[in-house]
């Protein structure tokens, strides 16, 4: 009776959960003996045949499921292969889902009928549900048994690793948004081409584009995300610490909701709204109709090629900071599926820890535009020599000092979504005030959150 309610709960969750691109802190870490900086080839061999011994030597199968393709599809099968190639005792088979939402549902779904993969890429604001559902395994007596050293990767992307005091997750392909700069456009207008560092200096540069009929900047409204940023530089969060109310109806959220307001009347600033707001900021970037761009670091290579197809310089500079820089992050986590037999579970591990060393980091990096995750990647050789080759993948690792923590909350998809429909409802109505917007949509939010 136990295990058909839990398939039950995990069916009904499979139809609600839909993912940002992007997390929740947790204070604690799991202290570990910090004597590996990684698993050498070596060592995943041997732990690679003790995860076959007991089949009888044959080598164990499991797959990998991801999400997206591209140049991140490219990526993920080409370290499966690359993984397979290494040894001769796990055969990783991986298996392109769609989007981060496509790959969510379908585990869930997977996980009910007993056919999940045994490691798969996990949304990162997914991570809590995924662990309090039941479908991803605590890691913790994983990392203990090995020795593997948790300190060597990004303190702020371990937030999301983390769920009531326990490791589900390990970061993986990670993102957080960057402002990408026209630089030959600045320069043109007689402003600095670094960009703005603050909302002050932003004002200024939309209102002398403006001036001469260009845009400053252009950024989409299609989730969340930019809105969270701003929040935080003005000192709100969108949830409490606790995650049983919120902190965005204030002073601060009323300064980010009537700043952005203010940057629309400069007339040097387009907000575009809609599901293709995206790929239309993009173009409106491509086509130097504007000088800056908030995107995600993820398409730090397309936008590099864009200007160099275009003939324009492009670089890349912190969101504008207000009372301080923040930022929130996106991508996915890896996890390591709760119903896998013992050989599955050591197999998965296997891969987790092989494809989360420096080399294959450094790699996925460099070829995706996500930031490495662990410290000594980034303080390789091989990075140091490409942040100075291209010096716009630099600035994302520079602002990870300032990450946000992002909610672990079930409902925390259907709250970003009342979000970006508030922000949506109060840059397209000039009648509407920012106090209405916030008491209606926290109103909203306690609703969800009490369901």
Not at 104 to 133: D, H, L, Y
Not at 320 to 334: E, Q, S, V
Not at 354 to 369: F, H, K, M, P, R
Request: proline content about 3%; some cysteine; overall charge negative.
């Amino acid at each position: 009776m136990k295990k058909t309610l839990a398939m039950m709960s995990v069916l009904l969750l499979a139809g609600t959960l839909l993912s940002g691109c992007g997390k929740k802190a947790v204070e604690e870490t799991t202290a570990v003996p910090a004597d590996t900086q990684g698993t050498t080839q070596a060592e995943t061999e041997t732990t690679a045949a003790a995860a076959a011994a007991d089949t009888g030597g044959e080598k164990v199968k499991i797959e990998f499921w991801y999400a997206w393709g591209d140049k991140i599809g490219e990526t993920n099968e080409e370290l499966a292969r690359r993984f397979n190639e290494s040894q001769d005792k796990i055969e990783v088979v991986a298996s392109y889902q769609g989007s981060y939402d496509d790959v969510q549902s379908k585990t869930q779904a997977a996980f009910a009928a007993g056919e999940a993969p045994a490691i798969t890429m996990n949304e990162t604001a997914s991570v809590g549900t995924f662990a309090r559902s039941g479908i991803s395994r605590d890691l913790t007596d994983l990392v203990a048994r090995d020795g593997y050293d948790l300190n060597n990767f990004n303190t702020g992307l371990m937030t999301n690793s983390y769920v009531d005091g326990k490791l589900y997750a390990l970061p993986y392909m990670r993102s957080t948004p960057l402002m990408f700069v026209n630089t030959d456009m600045l320069e043109a207008a007689g402003l600095d081409p670094k960009g703005p560092e603050n909302w002050d200096e932003l004002t200024h540069y939309a209102e002398v584009m403006a001036a001469q009929g260009k845009d400053a900047l252009c950024f989409p409204i299609v989730n969340e995300w930019y809105f969270e940023a701003f929040l935080g530089q003005a000192g709100g969060t969108i949830f409490n610490k606790e995650e049983n109310g919120f902190n965005f109806n204030n002073e601060a959220g009323e300064s980010v909701l009537n700043y952005w307001r203010d940057l629309q009347k400069t007339g040097g600033v387009n907000i575009l709204f809609g599901s293709d707001s995206s790929n239309m900021s993009k173009a409106e970037f491509a086509s130097q109709n504007c000088a800056m761009l908030f995107a995600s670091v993820a398409d730090i290579n397309y936008f590099l090629d864009v200007a160099k197809d275009n003939g324009f310089n492009c670089a890349t500079a912190f969101l504008p900071g207000n009372k301080t820089f923040a930022i929130p992050t996106g991508g996915a986590n890896l996890i390591i599926t709760s119903n896998k037999s013992e050989e599955e579970t050591n197999a998965a591990w296997e891969f987790m820890k092989w494809v989360l060393e420096d080399e294959q980091t450094i790699y996925a990096s460099q070829n995706t535009g996500y930031v490495p995750v662990t410290n000594s990647a980034v303080e390789s050789d091989a990075m140091k020599a490409f942040y100075a080759e291209k010096p716009q993948f630099k600035v994302a690792v520079d602002q990870l000092q300032y990450i946000l923590a992002r909610p672990i909350s079930k409902q925390g998809p259907e709250v970003h979504k009342a979000i970006k429909d508030m922000v949506t409802e109060f840059l397209m109505d000039e009648n509407v005030s920012a106090k209405e917007v916030l008491d209606k949509t926290e109103k909203q939010c306690l609703e969800i959150l009490n369901e």
